[in-house]
């Protein structure tokens, strides 16, 4: 008999585990499918990290009304055809119907397309943990399933470590779809056989619940366990709501300083669910003693940064100190958790109560913040939810504590106040907005000087630069100086009259080199970006040249129109310091062509502190029989100047002895075995340098 129980529970455990692994494997993979529909933004990782939220707390609801309100042989009829129905969603790749139109707000129509292609699968996977835990329970009532939860936890966390070390370097996305999609048959079919095994010989008349304690598997005796209270459930609403909050600040802040990629999405997110393993797995992994004083710790830190780390700091260091910081939370938050789960017949209202904290905090991260902050305030929100939750749990245990938790929140709030004080009205920041694709400010420095000037800062990323003198508002500055790569071109084309694309608008600058006649071409996926542009720079209206804005994402654009006959494309898309993949992938590049002249340029702005692209872009080149070269220009302080680089692609390789480009261009070297990118296919790994 014990050997017959230990089959069973191997064939849950299997069965609970391939769900999470599954639950988390396609969250990277159908974000990175549809990442190019929405111009690449990482704030497409976040609303889908959003939708998986709602779902999963949809999962959970669905968990607790069939366990609480269904028999066992309902409960098998239920859930069996749908699993059953979900196969016919295989497999789970995106409608290329569902591209992104002009006129729809991006959020919403993400959540859409999400709910066609993943929606019934991913909710059947999001109730299997809880539901057969309860199963389990329930067929075994002396048995206790909470070591279940921290095994899902750990293939979610071995699902997300996967994809960008495993699935995404090896498997086309048509391949990680077919993959995923065989293996969920396959889970179906697991999932099925349970349905029907749980309700025979289950003991619904079991023995009272036993009063849990963390990582025990095998109760000592049966002791009646007593409801959880009001104080309970709005601690586990409040502290799954706290990490969700962290979570998703900080992956904004990750993604939209260096690329809106996999492998910068797991990284916290990763961090976050090994919390979860950690602090449900046993009672050693989380000391509330000791955790208090680290938390205090990081709470402080990470405070400090909000009031001193800006544009100029090391983003390495951020991304470590957040990181960190965000891990002590979550195990802060998680360990609470932990601590205060319930006797086993309360755990699908215990798992559904984290559910719901858990989406609440994504949406106010996705949905309440961008439209009641006009800049990244949900930081400091969630260090101040973090710091009060600590001052709660820790009430009265010893009077130091609250003394000490007192004069944390305190200077949470005095430096969140501050915070947004200076950036809602601050000497010197001309406009705050931000939207969909994030935030914009400008800022004017040197006021009154003959060096006064404008910057346009995508997130801690300059994105233009203007003097205001009239003299020297006409020069081109920041990426685009006269000896930039972008800037030899466009003063060395022929005489006549140009037409010049460019994706990216920023601050309007190239249209410094516009003359009369000339005819440019912005296309910009950020309607505010266009509004900043002609209201705080004069770029676009001093321009000799007509110039023309298309707002959408430039790529999706131009698969549209008819062939521009281009003599230069310039493409400078960037979403803080983050480069859209699929806009250098070989279909894009194939596409850019096709609106050149035979002669044409393509110039890509590929200046990154992380990622070597020219290697990638040359790559592509030789794929389609293009010719490349790099141009890096010297920084000039005096002009507002920074170095750039920029990859110049030709067709024919005799635009390429103009004097300037033959001068300062050079070849790009390339590293051996390095593969092709494609829209199916794309790996960070071989690009950093």
Known sequence: MRQSNSIVKVYFACTIFLSAFLL?????????????WFGGTSTVWITCVLFFQLVLLGGYLYAHALNSGASPVRQLLIHSSLLIVSVFFLPVIPSSSWKLPTSITPSLYIMGLLVAT????????????PLLQAWYARKYSMALPYRFFALSNLASLLGLLSYPFLIETT???????????????????????????????????APPDIVPSPGMADPPGSIQASPPSVKDKVLWLLLSACSSLLLLATTDHLSQNIAAIPLLWILPLGLYLLSFTLCFDRDGWYSPKWYFWIVFITLVGMSYGIGKWGVGSDIRVVISAYCIGLFFCCMFCHGELARRKPAPRYLTSFYLLISVGGALGSIFVVLIAPNIFSFYFELPVGLILCACLLLAVNFRTWWVTDVVCAALIVRLLIIA???MQFYSNPEGIRMLVRNFYGHQRVIEYDVGSENEHRTLIHGTITHGIQFTAPEKRSWPTAYFGPKSGIGIVLQQLSTGPRRVGIVGLGAGTMAAYARKGDHYTYYEINPQVEDIARKEFSFLSDSPGMVEIKIGDGRLLLEQERNQQFDVLAVDAFSGDSIPVHLLTVEAITLYFSHLKPDGILAFHVSNLYLDLPQIIDKAGKAIGKHTLVIVNQEDEVRKIYQAEWVLMASNPAVFNAPGIKKTGTKVISKSGLKLWTDDYSNLFQAFH
């Open 24 to 36: 988390f494997l396609v969250q990277p993979m159908i974000a990175k499918m549809i990442l190019p």
């Open 118 to 129: 993943v929606g019934l699968p991913y909710f059947l996977l999001s109730t299997t943990s």
């Open 171 to 205: 498997l086309t996305l048509q391949g990680q779809s077919t993959i995923w999609s065989i293996t969920y048959g396959v889970f179906a079919l697991l999932c099925t056989t349970i349905c029907f095994f749980s309700t025979r010989n289950s003991n619904p008349d």
């Open 417 to 419: 106040f501050v915070h």
